[in-house]
């Protein structure tokens, strides 16, 4: 009776933790503005409406960002092919990894954290932040994971122009704040920020 018992609240210890993952709808991979019209309509924006950015948008973008579009291989390059970055996700519900094989945002935090990315202006109203993580041990040096990191940025850039979404690359921001908010570990380094939302 006990052992019922106790199998029977692990099971809805499990399902509770899980069902705060955000399970993201499968990306559109086709449609959009031509490649020459999105080169022409990036740049950064810093001032943006607070809205929360629906389902299917938030999918197509993480995808864009670092999604896979072949077998093991991303929509962007890295280094080696060491795919050493990890896209964090801030929103105001809390902390996400991005796991682009299950397609979905897995939760590491509860709770908004936004005050720890600084500039409150900008984190506080764009929709998400996409935080970039360079894991030291699988990169080849230091320098590629902010390489990497960029390519990422580029790829949300562009897909932001494509959609009418503005975005804006960071470096300020207090890296030991937002390094213990993540509760990263010393082979971990946050490379840049990138808030995503709608233009104001």
């Given at each position: 009776?006990?052992?019922?018992?106790?199998?029977?609240?692990?099971?809805?210890?499990?399902?509770c933790v899980s069902a705060q993952d955000i399970q993201l709808v499968s990306p559109t991979k086709t449609g959009g503005k031509p490649l020459m019209e999105v080169l022409n309509e990036r740049q950064s924006h810093r001032s943006f409406e607070y809205k929360e950015m629906p389902a299917?948008?938030?999918?197509?973008?993480?995808?864009?960002?670092?999604?896979f579009n072949r077998e093991d291989k991303r929509t962007v390059p890295s280094s080696q092919n060491r795919q050493e970055v990890?896209?964090?996700?801030?929103?105001?519900?809390?902390?996400?990894?991005?796991?682009a094989k299950d397609n979905v945002l897995k939760m590491k935090e509860k709770g908004d954290f936004r005050k720890a990315l600084g500039?409150?202006?900008?984190?506080?109203?764009?929709?998400?932040?996409?935080?970039?993580v360079a894991n030291m041990d699988k990169a080849s040096n230091r320098e590629a994971g902010f390489i990497d990191s960029g390519f990422i940025a580029q790829n949300v850039y562009l897909y932001c122009a494509s959609v009418g979404l503005g975005s804006v690359a960071r470096g300020s921001f207090t890296?030991?704040?937002?390094?213990?908010?993540?509760?990263?570990?010393?082979?971990?380094?946050?490379?840049?920020?990138?808030?995503?939302?709608?233009?104001?």
């Open positions: 009776m006990k052992k019922g018992l106790l199998a029977i609240a692990l099971f809805c210890l499990i399902n299917q948008t938030l999918s197509d973008l993480l995808w864009a960002a670092y999604g990890d896209v964090y996700v801030m929103l105001s519900s809390g902390i996400y990894i991005y796991d500039q409150p202006n900008i984190s506080e109203n764009a929709s998400l932040t996409l935080i970039y890296r030991p704040d937002l390094h213990n908010t993540l509760k990263l570990t010393d082979k971990q380094e946050i490379t840049f920020v990138q808030p995503v939302g709608y233009i104001k």
